[in-house]
């Protein structure tokens, strides 16, 4: 039984990826790039909110006039609601929209590709799901049993065991684990859970334009920090063929045509599609040629990554300067976390002199991926989906990031930077507090969190 177990493990911790997993795209050119950001922060003493990025959502599925495909993880309304404790309908919203956009024209072809977490992983029916597919919009859940293990001493025993657990034959008698008022779930549905994968993408595009952000059209996740660059032009292809491929292995189809790139255009910009490893492998190789003088600016819901992590210990050391605003991991839609892995990365990259700074949270989360390269004449910036954790980098999760070059003096470059070093400044706000706030410097916690992210025993 062991044997069998290891051999299970082995196997899907190195099983060959789904055709179109792990990929860098070609560059492609186009004067059409635009940043977005949502924020929640003090000011005066009241909490404010600045949303963007779903009203440009909403925008491209009203422009769109041959294509929609909409891949997004967190897409329900699962969380303890009370008289004080609600947030805005966003899965609710997206849904509206998207059957209002195919009613009015029908010719419009509709694709949305999610995670079965909206379902606790098939324990019941989502109502928008089953509203889109009522309406004539193509539903595809990914499958998860096509990717690799994350958590393989789990998955090892989940694979050629746990699986099979089958009490169907029962009603449902245990409690949901997003929500007290979701619908009841069974045993098998929590041992699938706990394998930890996901289909992590957050994204749309027509075929017209694109937007690629850090923000899930999930209720309790309303109020979030998130990011967001919206493309126009050819790159509208790269996006399109990377979803066409996890449609496919996913038992779906997305029948839109891929078409050629413009080898004329023309554009200030370079963009690339990064999915999966390609986004550590870009990353790291970003910030390993920044030079003395040079600037690397971070803004992340988790750093865990070890490779990352040497690699920015690194460029300080080679006099590049560094600044790094993370989430203090303490709020999880109504629940308190311990503060790992960011705290005890944080205590190592604040030993090593680098620059750190939380963004002050309340209840929301500073959900925000992203990462900024300056030199005198260039901006290089790479966001998306991908926290910079070995689940998220190291072709575990389904990612997908784009990564933008263009020059310091256009206005993209500057309203990166404003929005930078307006929440690192506390520019006509307060958004994030000094290191010492949750600094952690304790080596057993440290310990702790390595072998988490060693070994995926963990949720980041």
């Known amino acids: 039984l062991l044997f069998l177990a290891l051999c299970a493990g082995i196997w899907g911790a190195f099983k060959p990826l789904p055709s179109g997993i792990n990929y860098i795209s070609e560059s492609y050119v186009t004067n059409d790039v635009r940043f977005i950001y949502d924020l929640t922060y003090e000011k005066d003493g009241k909490r404010v909110k600045k949303q963007d990025i779903f009203n440009n959502i909403y925008d491209i599925i009203d422009k769109a006039e041959k294509y929609i495909v909409v891949d997004m993880f967190l897409f329900n309304d699962m969380y303890n609601k009370t008289d004080t404790f609600q947030f805005e309908e966003l899965s609710k919203t997206l849904t509206d929209k998207l059957i209002d956009r195919k009613i009015k024209n029908y010719d419009v072809d509709i694709y949305f590709i999610t995670d079965p977490i909206n379902t606790t992983y098939k324990a019941h029916e989502n109502e928008n799901l089953k509203r889109l597919k009522e309406n004539g919009i193509n539903v595809t859940m990914v499958n998860l049993d096509k990717l690799r293990n994350s958590n393989p001493i789990y ?117 690339q599609l990064l999915t999966e490893k390609g986004i550590k492998k870009t990353i790291i190789q970003q910030i390993n040629i920044l030079q003395p003088g040079e600037h690397l600016d971070i803004a992340m819901f988790y750093l865990s990554d070890r490779s990352v992590i040497s690699a920015i210990k690194n460029a300080h050391k080679r006099g590049v300067t560094v600044r790094v605003i993370l989430d203090a991991n303490k709020d999880a839609f109504g629940s308190e976390k ?8 944080a205590g190592e990259l604040a030993s090593s002199g680098i620059e750190i700074r939380w963004y002050k949270t309340d209840g929301e989360q500073f959900h925000t991926k992203m990462v900024v390269t300056r030199t005198e004449n260039t901006i290089k910036v790479v966001t998306g989906s991908a926290n910079l954790t070995r689940r998220n980098l190291d072709n575990y999760n389904l990612e997908l990031d784009v990564f933008v070059e263009g020059d310091i003096n256009s206005k993209f470059a500057k309203e990166v930077m404003n929005y930078y070093d307006m929440i690192f400044k506390n520019v006509d706000g307060i958004y994030t507090l000094e290191k010492e706030a949750y600094l952690e410097q304790d080596k057993w916690r440290w310990f702790t969190y390595w072998i988490q992210e060693l070994t995926g025993l963990c949720t980041f």
């Open 155 to 271: 998955s090892s025993f989940y694979d050629p065991y746990l699986r099979f657990a089958f009490t169907i034959m029962f009603p449902p008698y245990m409690k949901n684990p997003f929500s007290e008022t979701a619908p009841d779930v069974r045993a098998e549905n929590y041992l699938a859970l706990l394998n930890f994968k996901a289909n992590h993408r957050k994204l749309i595009v027509s075929e017209k334009e694109t937007l690629i952000s850090s923000a899930n059209a999930h209720d309790p996740s309303a109020n979030h920090s998130n990011v967001a660059i919206r493309i126009g032009g050819d790159f509208v292809n790269q996006v399109l063929a990377a979803e066409k491929a996890v449609a496919a292995f996913s038992g779906g189809e997305i029948t839109e045509e891929v078409l050629d790139q413009d080898v004329f255009a023309k554009g200030d910009f370079k963009v």
């Open 338 to 345: 311990d503060g790992t892995p960011n705290r005890q990365v």
